[in-house]
């Protein structure tokens, strides 16, 4: 008998694992693709290195404009950068497993749960597990549309992108989430003619207004064409037919609409039918010691998301700690930055209570040293405290960290008047946009 057994080994896996070990609890662990889940092999981190890799070329085929000559043009080697990708790749999952190996029970092989007279277990290549608590950690997968099936030549998913040989010449992404918006920009500053087709009436819709439009700026500067509610009705021959009746030729399709989760079949042993496990509470299931958390839970979707809920799970298991809800940032990797934290203002426009505090990127020298004027910070004051903070400058997935805090904190305008902020720096903004408060 284990004290803990986790099935998943992503974000939300790992820590209830790593806080599993800290405090001595005997631990199996299951994972049968590589460890750190989707974040760590096909998501944010890969794609942080191709975005790094992309930005870079297309700061040095502008570089004239800084006094900087390029004595011939730049040029790239797309391999060479998944080859680097697979490096960083590489070195955390051999990290990883070189830590869990030295303090779990690690099980690399598919893992199926059942149910014994109501209480769950784990069979794993005909092996019985059985443990005091359960964590069903299994992430999420990409959505699949009807009539735009993945076939990993023409439409793909996000994971499939990493399979490319070469840059497409033309690609039409579905979805402006931070997936297709963040895939859009890397194709474009290498080279490819890209579209993007939105359902909605607005690009990322879950922002706030003022980031949905500044995201339309973006996109335009990149030229990169979006089209706001449509959609695609066919796709045949490489040629788009979108609901407008606008057509596109395209060499792929991307389909990124979204993610869902990726829930392991249940079973009672005996009987030949599965079901589907339900959060009563706090990812808790209908079972005492099961539980479900990361993107398994269908909730927000984001790897800092995950590991929270992990923490705040082995808190309750551990020491009986009620689960402490906080505002989840959210980051898109554009050049500039896109980060939000909190309430948005088509939330609260109409509330007399609110207050809204918008200072320019362009206001503070270190934008100007940067060549990185396009932006802005955003706050939504209440109460004399930071509700909502919205940013699009340079290191904004650092200072939404710092703005989380405020928000989670209510720290008052007045004490973080008194903070020192350093010059120049971006958080300089911070500053700015509290004082700007009336």
């Not at 277990?121 to 299994?138: E, G, H, P, W």
């Not at 003619?193 to 996109?219: G, M, N, Y």
């Not at 030229?223 to 395209?250: C, M, P, Q, R």
Request: glycine share 4%; hydrophobic share 40%.
């Amino acid at each position: 008998m284990y004290d803990l057994a986790v099935i998943g080994l992503g974000p939300a896996g790992l820590e209830a694992v790593e806080v599993a070990v800290k405090n001595n609890l005997k631990v199996v662990a299951f994972e049968e693709k590589e460890l750190g889940g989707t974040c760590l092999n096909v998501g944010c981190i890969p794609t942080k290195s191709l975005i790094h890799c992309a930005k870079l070329f297309n700061e040095i085929s502008n570089a004239s404009k800084l006094g900087i000559n390029v004595a011939e043009l730049p040029d790239f080697n797309f391999s060479k950068m998944l080859e680097r990708k697979d490096d960083i790749v590489s070195k955390f999952t051999k990290t990883l497993n070189s830590s869990l190996l030295k303090n779990v029970t690690l099980i690399k092989s598919r893992a199926e749960l059942y149910i014994d007279n109501d209480e769950p277990l784990i069979i794993c290549d005909d092996n019985i597990y059985k443990a005091k608590n359960i964590i069903v950690s299994t992430g999420s997968k990409s959505i699949e549309l009807p009539d735009l099936k993945f076939d990993s030549k023409f439409v793909l998913s996000s994971d499939d992108l990493f399979n490319l040989n070469k840059i497409p010449n033309s690609i039409t992404i579905v979805g402006s989430g931070a997936i297709g918006l963040e895939w859009a920009q890397i194709f474009a500053f290498l080279g490819s003619k890209v579209t993007i087709v939105e359902k909605a009436p607005v690009l990322a819709p879950s922002l706030d207004c003022d980031l949905q439009k500044r995201i339309e700026r973006i996109l335009k500067v990149n030229n990169i064409v979006f089209y706001k509610g449509d959609y695609i009705v066919s796709a045949n021959n490489h040629e788009i037919t979108l609901n407008s009746g606008k057509k596109i030729n395209s060499d792929i399709i991307l389909v990124a609409v979204g993610r869902k989760a990726n829930l392991p079949k249940v079973s009672v042993l005996g009987c030949s039918e599965d079901f589907k496990l339900n959060i009563i509470d706090n990812f808790k299931t209908e079972f005492e010691n099961l539980y479900i958390i990361g993107d398994a839970t269908s909730g927000v979707m984001l790897a800092h998301n995950a590991s929270y809920q992990a923490k705040c799970l082995m808190n309750k298991i551990l020491n009986n700690e009620d689960f402490e809800y906080r505002a989840i940032p959210s980051v898109i990797y554009l050049t500039p930055e896109i980060a939000s934290c909190g309430v948005c203002e088509q939330a609260v426009k109409n509330d007399s209570e609110y207050t809204v505090s918008k200072i320019m990127l362009a206001s503070i020298a270190k934008s100007w040293c940067d060549e990185a004027q396009d932006g802005f910070i955003k706050l939504i004051i209440k109460d004399n405290a930071i509700k909502g903070a919205h940013l699009v400058c340079p290191e904004a997935s650092s200072l939404i960290a710092l703005l989380s805090y405020f928000i989670d904190n209510c720290v008052s305008l007045d004490e973080i008047k008194k903070m020192i902020f350093p010059h120049p720096s971006y958080s300089e903004l911070i500053l700015r946009a509290v004082k700007n408060v009336k």
